[in-house]
C-alpha cells in the first residue's frame, strides 16, 4: 500500500558555530524547543505523534532521540530511533518517517536531525594491551580500504582538481552564498522558520565576504590553482531541524493552511573516494523513477560542505544556479553534520512558500564514504 505523504510544519534552531552560542547544550536541549515549536506550528499535540525519528552523526550513540523525545514532552510509549548515516543523517530521518506514511504504519512522524560538535564526545580507541594509553583518533574509517578513505577535505580537493574548479570559482560560489543569506535575512525571509534559542534568531556564521578576505585564509587541501580554503569549506557547527511528516487523512482533519507533499526518496551509493558526486547519481535516480526532468525543479537546496562539492553537483545535474539554496547554503551557516540534510528540508518547505501550486523542489546532500540521499517535495 502506497499512501500519499505531506509536511505541514518545518522548523530549526539557528546554525551556530562551534563554541558558539550553543556550547554548553546537550542536544536534548537544542532540539526539544524546536519541536515544540513544529508541533504548535502544526496544531499537534504530542500525543498524536506516532513515532519519532532523529538523525544524529557525533553524539556517540546511546540512542539521543529517546532523550530528545522524552524532553519534548512527547508520551513514554512512542518510540524514538536515532539514524546515523553521517551528513545524510537528517535527511535520511524525513525520508524514514515518508514511509511509515506511505506504508501506513503511522499517521504523524516527527522526524529531522540535530549536532553538537561543541559537546560532540572525545575518541579514543581503547589500548590493546593493559597499561598501554589510549589511542586517540579524529573520526572512524568510511571505508575499508584506506586508499579511497580521504579526509573530507582531501576528497573536495581532489574533486576540485578532476573537475577543474579553480579556487577562484570556489570562492566566488562562496560569497554568493553569503550574499544570499544577507539577502534573505534583510528580506526576513528566514525569520518564520528559525526557532530562537538562547537568544539566537539568526545563523551566526552568514556575513559579507569578499574574495580577497577568502583568499587570505588557510588552504586546508589540495594545490593552489583548484585547493580547498577555509572559507570555501562549511563551517563545523551546532544546530536541530525537524518537520512533522503526516498522511493524507490526517492532512484532511487538520487542514494546515500550507503543506508539501513528499514525491520521492532516493538513497544510493558511489566512489568513497569522491564522495562529494554522489548527489548526481541519487537524483538522476530520484528523476527516473519519479518521471521528473531536472527541468522541472523550481527551487532546490543542494549541501555546500565545499563550494567544489556544491559547484561539481549542480552541473552534473545541469540545474540552473539561480534556483539553487536561493536563501543561502551551508558555507554561509554551518554544518552541523546529522542535522544538515533537516536544515536543507526545513529551507525548501519556506521556499516552496513563494511557488506556486504544484512546484518541484529537489533537496540533495552526500555523506562520507560516497553517499547521498535526494528527496523531492511539491507543494500542495
Not at 15 to 25: D, E, N, T
Not at 102 to 123: D, H, K, M, Q, Y
Not at 193 to 206: G, Q, R
Not at 266 to 283: N, W, Y
Request: charged share 25%; hydrophobic share 45%.
Amino acid at each position: 500500500m502506497t499512501r500519499p505523504v505531506f509536511v505541514i510544519a518545518a522548523k530549526r534552531s539557528a546554525v551556530v558555530p562551534r563554541g558558539g552560542a550553543f556550547k554548553a547544550m546537550e542536544v536534548d536541549e537544542m532540539a526539544a524547543p524546536v519541536i515544540a515549536d513544529c508541533l504548535d506550528a502544526a496544531g499537534v499535540t504530542p500525543g498524536m505523534v506516532d513515532d519519532v525519528i532523529i538523525g544524529n552523526g557525533l553524539y556517540g550513540s546511546g540512542n539521543p532521540a529517546r532523550r530528545i523525545a522524552l524532553l519534548a514532552g512527547i508520551p513514554e510509549g512512542v518510540s524514538a530511533t536515532t539514524l546515523d548515516r553521517q551528513c545524510c543523517s537528517g535527511l535520511d530521518a524525513i525520508g524514514s518517517a515518508a514511509r511509515l506514511i506511505a506504508t501506513g504504519e503511522a499517521e504523524c512522524v516527527l522526524a529531522g536531525g540535530v549536532e553538537s560538535f561543541s559537546r560532540s564526545p572525545i575518541r579514543l580507541k581503547r589500548p590493546l594491551e593493559p597499561g598501554n594509553e589510549p589511542e586517540p583518533y579524529d573520526r572512524p574509517p568510511f571505508s575499508p580500504w584506506p586508499e579511497r578513505d580521504p579526509d573530507m577535505g582531501d576528497a573536495a580537493a581532489n574533486l576540485a582538481k578532476a573537475w577543474r574548479l579553480s579556487t577562484d570559482r570556489q570562492i566566488e560560489w562562496t560569497c554568493d552564498s553569503h550574499r544570499k543569506a544577507l539577502e534573505a535575512r534583510s528580506a526576513g525571509d528566514l525569520a518564520a522558520e528559525i526557532v530562537p534559542i538562547n537568544e539566537t534568531s539568526e545563523d551566526a556564521y552568514t556575513r559579507k565576504l569578499s574574495p580577497a578576505v577568502c583568499r587570505r585564509s588557510k588552504r586546508l587541501a589540495g594545490d593552489e590553482e583548484a585547493g580547498v580554503l577555509a572559507a570555501t569549506t562549511a563551517a563545523e557547527a551546532d544546530a536541530a531541524a525537524f518537520v512533522l511528516v503526516i498522511s493524507e487523512k490526517l492532512a484532511g482533519k487538520l487542514a494546515p493552511d500550507f503543506a508539501v507533499r513528499i514525491t520521492g526518496v532516493m538513497t544510493s551509493g558511489g566512489d568513497p573516494g569522491l564522495p562529494g558526486l554522489a548527489p548526481i547519481d541519487a537524483t538522476k535516480r530520484l528523476f527516473e523513477r519519479s518521471g521528473v526532468s531536472v527541468v522541472d525543479i523550481a527551487v532546490a537546496e543542494v549541501m555546500e560542505a565545499y563550494a567544489a562539492q556544491a559547484i561539481a553537483c549542480v552541473e552534473g545535474l545541469g540545474l540552473d544556479p539561480a534556483i539553487v539554496n536561493q536563501g543561502g547554503g551551508a558555507l554561509a551557516r554551518g554544518h552541523p553534520i546529522g542535522a544538515s540534510g533537516a536544515v536543507l528540508a526545513v529551507r525548501l518547505f519556506e521556499e516552496l512558500r513563494r511557488e506556486g501550486e504544484g512546484a518541484k523542489g529537489l533537496v540533495t546532500i552526500a555523506a562520507a564514504g560516497g553517499l547521498a540521499t535526494s528527496v523531492l517535495i511539491e507543494r500542495v
